[in-house]
């Protein structure tokens, strides 16, 4: 069934029209326009111009600012082509930010292919690309919107460049970008080719440009994530030798020789205990052991044989079709008890008709789901391999549950499968300091004593270090860098390190797509189709537990992707709620990732610039978050999180994900009512941790903003604030006072509106001025259907439906506190003109605004006199 005919059967059965008798309107097209006059949708007087009039950005009281005082920046990204557009291109899309109140873009993945354009290899950059990229920082500049400079994204070094393997080495060199000398070489001489060079157009080289407000030196890049992912187990020749020759370099600074190595890495070893895991070598039934896991779209089959390695049994998995996941089928043995702090370790021998690379964990066998210390991948292939695994459980749990999973088409072969108690070693016999043979610590292998992982984490910190801080000292000392810089995100990399730059930087997506087979496959996608104000906190508030006390905080990716049906509230609310945290920058991702700028559908998962509804509420969030409408949390709570305290997390951990308050007993969900940051100078985390049982609605302490979810499957946020008004969630036959506003919304198809109000230019909404409304719903391509996968999973293949995008009217009533003769009410049409004014209805004294789907569009103006 379409899921549009099921959502518009459900509000039949709850939406209430309540007030004014409003008709079911079918969808109709609203395209917003690029050529904008100077009227109520134009923002742009909120800007100052040219960008860096005031000064280069700096950090200043733990804050983004210019020589006159405070900015933050609502922002958004370009990426590839987009970001060299043509010259009519750069003039049209730099004005049309700026009206939107879009006040910086981020250079993304131009180091991928195209600022290299016609050149022989990625290390000398396109002559011709480059004025199309200064041409359009020029233009950005005059119209008040700054750059943000990514250095390395996208680069994937091959052999036109003298770098082997790249298929083996991990995706854009992410991680071996760290240490590899030469990459760390060729990503100098590309920020130097690139910040030095003068813009003939603004007569400013880029290290010394004040219209760019940052520079990130790698995008989603740090040795311990890439090294936690397992992605640098299997390093091909010649990086595997460097690795193990800077890690037995940093063993020698540290104990001088081998004999006291071993002496401090043998204390400690654990012998392997008794067999954990029943029928392991498949001689019994399979049924009352192991299981395996499938849906409806799983196609899949299992039986024992006997022709494994030596004659053992062995179980053969034969899968003609994966499941509507990625880890569907999955084979798993459930009731499996692990001991927090006690190593495992898991052998096994695999085989497959194909090289393919197949995932196991060790997770619980119960919700949350969450996985105990292991989660590794094996490569395998037409001849059989022995593995060898070992983990430290991260908490006790006595259901656990060893998975097999990301078994794509194709026939596998599993014998001889334990699981055993210890296996931990020390430094082996043959392993010497004095011959660099001391090997690197392999994450799916971690059979070494506690001393020995210990000093694995410290090398991964100091190597991270030193590339960090070095490009850093590179880019301020030898280029004369002066706008900020950061390094990478959190919390990829530990928060230590990234503190030792000008700024923290992290991302976020709610409901990215998932691709159950070959990454990004556009035929083969889902997203789960769910609304975040259903989830009180969600990804706003695991945003907000990695922010950093006293230093500047910028979100340089955040999204709800298409075709979630309820993604406009993700601007507006993130918008809020940044402001509420005191963050510094939001960039949404992403405006464009290709040379269509103007396109008259929605296009991709990411890209905005056809979104009516996004684009549509980019006035309220530049509102709430630019113009800092909505006030600063009264209170911050803090977790402490030292060096020391760090350090101890990543080495019972192994991961800096877990560097984040929410790991620190404090419940992220707090950001909700005060503001949150680490405390990288205190050991504790004082004031409340827990949340009390059975909260579902927060007030913050200014009182301007409320998530509720009282209602199960209803929940709605609401700002309030003297200038704007937010309303996005679950109607349910409510009426929702909004301050000095009263809000009523008819039956709209998903009984769900996003409905902001944004005083342009007036004090309040008592006062003279002109107020911009605009109402959202259900929007879609002509021609899109959804596909219903089942779990809230949804997808599109690449059936995105053709141009004009549609639109749901929104049928409301709005009460305000003003006579009705002060008031006059416009629906506005694509370009954000008037069209003809509509009655304004008398309430008790008061002005009643009747937004109507008879009218066609998603925006109204209110002239206040």
């Known amino acids: 069934m379409r899921v549009r005919v099921l959502l518009w059967a459900l509000v039949v059965l709850f939406g209430i029209c309540h007030g004014t008798a409003w008709?079911?309107?079918?969808?109709?097209?609203?395209?917003?326009?690029?050529?904008?006059?100077?009227?109520?949708?134009?923002?742009?007087?909120?800007?100052?111009?040219?960008?860096?009039?005031?000064?280069?950005?700096?950090?200043?009281?733990?804050?983004?600012?210019?020589?006159?005082?405070?900015?933050?920046?609502w922002a958004t990204n370009f990426c590839f082509d987009a970001c060299f557009p043509d010259?009519?291109?750069?003039?049209?899309?730099?004005?049309?930010?700026?009206?939107?109140?879009?006040?910086?873009?981020?250079?993304?993945?131009?180091?991928?292919?195209?600022?290299?354009?016609?050149?022989?290899?990625?290390?000398?950059?396109?002559?011709?690309?480059?004025?199309?990229?200064?041409?359009?920082?020029?233009?950005?500049?005059?119209?008040?919107?700054?750059?943000?400079?990514?250095?390395?994204?996208?680069?994937?070094?091959?052999?036109?460049?003298?770098?082997?393997?790249?298929?083996?080495?991990p995706n854009y060199d992410k991680g071996l970008g760290n240490f590899e000398p030469r990459m760390i070489e060729l990503q100098k001489k590309y920020a130097r080719d690139l910040l030095r060079h003068v813009n003939p157009y603004t007569k400013t080289a880029y290290a010394e440009e004040r219209a760019v407000a940052m520079i990130e030196i790698s995008n989603e890049d740090a040795l311990f994530a890439v090294w936690g992912w397992g992605d640098l187990d299997s390093l091909p020749e010649p990086y595997a030798t460097t690795f193990r020759q800077l890690w037995n370099k940093w063993l020698k600074?540290?104990?001088?020789?081998?004999?006291?190595?071993?002496?401090?890495?043998?204390?400690?070893?654990?012998?392997?205990?008794?067999?954990?895991?029943?029928?392991?070598?498949?001689?019994?039934?399979?049924?009352?052991?192991?299981?395996?896991?499938?849906?409806?779209?799983?196609?899949?089959?299992?039986?024992?044989?006997?022709?494994?390695?030596?004659?053992?049994?062995?179980?053969?998995?034969?899968?003609?079709?994966?499941?509507?996941?990625?880890?569907?089928?999955?084979?798993?043995?459930?009731?499996?008890?692990?001991?927090?702090?006690?190593?495992?370790?898991?052998?096994?021998?695999?085989?497959?008709?194909?090289?393919?690379?197949?995932?196991?964990?060790?997770?619980?066998?119960?919700?949350?789901?969450?996985?105990?210390g292991f989660s590794s991948s094996a490569d395998v292939g037409p001849e059989w391999k022995e593995f060898r695994f070992s983990f430290v459980a991260t908490q006790d749990d006595s259901n656990a549950r060893i998975t097999i999973t990301n078994l794509k088409p194709g026939t596998y072969e599993l014998a001889g499968f334990s699981m055993r108690p210890g296996g931990i070693v020390g430094l082996e016999k043959e392993e010497r300091l004095e011959d660099t043979s001391v090997p690197v610590l392999r994450h799916g292998q971690l059979n070494l004593t506690e001393a020995a992982r210990r000093d694995f984490v410290d090398f991964l910190w100091d190597t991270e270090r030193d590339y960090w801080w070095g490009m850093y000292r590179f880019l301020k000392k030898e280029l004369k860098v002066r706008p900020i810089v950061s390094g990478t995100q959190l919390n990829y990399s530990p928060v230590h390190i990234q503190a030792g730059l000008d700024y923290i930087d992290a991302h976020s997506y709610w409901n990215h797509p998932s691709f159950p087979g070959r990454p990004w496959d556009s035929q083969n996608w889902y997203i789960r189709n769910v609304a975040l104000v259903n989830d009180p906190g969600g990804t706003l508030a695991g945003l907000a537990a990695r922010r950093v006390k006293g230093m500047a905080y910028t979100v340089s990716e955040y999204n709800h992707p298409a075709p979630n049906v309820y993604a406009a509230e993700g601007f507006p609310m993130i918008a809020a709620i940044g402001a509420f945290q005191s963050w510094d920058g939001i960039f949404p991702f992403a405006y464009c990732h290709n040379s269509d700028f103007e396109p008259s559908r929605i296009d991709s998962f990411f890209d905005i610039k056809g979104d009516t509804p996004k684009i549509a509420h980019m006035p309220a969030c530049a509102a709430l978050f630019l113009r800092a409408d909505v006030a600063s949390a009264k209170r911050t709570l803090?977790?402490?999180?030292?060096?020391?305290?760090?350090?101890?997390?990543?080495?019972?951990?192994?991961?800096?994900?877990?560097?984040?308050?929410?790991?620190?007993?404090?419940?992220?969900?707090?950001?909700?009512?005060?503001?949150?940051?680490?405390?990288?100078?205190?050991?504790?985390?004082?004031?409340?941790?827990?949340?009390?049982?059975?909260?579902?609605?927060?007030?913050?302490?200014?009182?301007?903003?409320?998530?509720?979810?009282?209602?199960?499957?209803?929940?709605?946020?609401?700002?309030?604030?003297?200038?704007?008004?937010?309303?996005?969630?679950?109607?349910?036959?409510?009426?929702?006072?909004?301050?000095?506003?009263?809000?009523?919304?008819?039956?709209?198809?998903?009984?769900?509106?996003?409905?902001?109000?944004?005083?342009?230019?007036?004090?309040?909404f008592d006062r003279p001025g002109r107020i911009l409304i605009t109402a959202t719903g259900w929007v879609q391509n002509t021609g899109m259907e959804l596909k219903n996968l089942g779990e809230d999973r949804v997808t599109l293949g690449r059936n995105w439906g053709t141009e004009p995008v549609l639109c749901e009217g929104i049928p409301a009533e709005i009460v305000m506190p003003v006579q009705p003769d002060r008031i006059r009410c416009f629906p506005l049409d694509e370009s954000g003109n008037r069209r003809p004014a509509v009655p304004v209805n008398d309430h008790d004294g008061q002005a009643m605004i009747v937004l109507d789907p008879k009218h066609r569009t998603i925006w109204y103006e209110l002239e206040v006199r």
């Open 23 to 73: 008709t079911e309107e079918p969808l109709f097209p609203f395209v917003i326009s690029y050529d904008a006059p100077d009227n109520v949708t134009n923002v742009s007087k909120w800007i100052e111009r040219p960008a860096g009039s005031h000064g280069f950005i700096r950090v200043k009281d733990g804050r983004l600012a210019t020589d006159t005082g405070p900015i933050r920046f």
């Open 87 to 169: 010259r009519d291109q750069a003039e049209r899309v730099a004005a049309r930010l700026a009206r939107l109140g879009i006040n910086c873009v981020r250079m993304h993945h131009m180091d991928s292919r195209s600022i290299w354009g016609n050149q022989p290899d990625k290390m000398t950059i396109d002559p011709e690309q480059l004025d199309r990229l200064d041409y359009l920082i020029y233009q950005l500049k005059l119209h008040g919107v700054y750059t943000n400079i990514n250095l390395h994204v996208s680069r994937w070094l091959d052999e036109a460049e003298g770098f082997v393997a790249r298929e083996q080495r």
């Open 253 to 372: 600074e540290k104990y001088s020789n081998t004999e006291k190595l071993r002496q401090a890495w043998n204390v400690g070893e654990w012998p392997l205990g008794a067999e954990i895991l029943t029928n392991g070598d498949f001689s019994e039934p399979l049924r009352d052991t192991w299981s395996m896991e499938r849906d409806d779209a799983t196609d899949a089959t299992w039986s024992t044989g006997k022709n494994g390695p030596g004659g053992m049994p062995i179980l053969r998995v034969v899968v003609a079709k994966q499941g509507t996941v990625s880890w569907r089928p999955q084979i798993s043995q459930a009731g499996l008890a692990v001991k927090e702090g006690n190593p495992y370790t898991i052998t096994c021998w695999l085989r497959a008709d194909d090289p393919r690379r197949i995932e196991l964990n060790c997770m619980m066998a119960h919700e949350p789901w969450q996985r105990l």
């Open 638 to 764: 803090t977790a402490g999180l030292t060096a020391g305290k760090e350090r101890e997390l990543l080495h019972r951990t192994l991961s800096a994900w877990n560097l984040t308050a929410g790991h620190l007993n404090l419940d992220p969900r707090w950001s909700l009512q005060h503001g949150m940051a680490l405390d990288l100078e205190c050991e504790s985390t004082p004031g409340p941790r827990n949340i009390p049982e059975g909260k579902t609605d927060w007030v913050s302490d200014t009182g301007q903003l409320c998530w509720d979810g009282s209602q199960p499957g209803a929940g709605y946020f609401i700002a309030d604030t003297p200038r704007t008004k937010l309303f996005t969630g679950f109607v349910r036959g409510r009426t929702f006072p909004i301050g000095e506003l009263t809000l009523k919304i008819g039956a709209t198809r998903l009984d769900w509106a996003t409905l902001s109000m944004v005083a342009v230019d007036g004090n309040g």
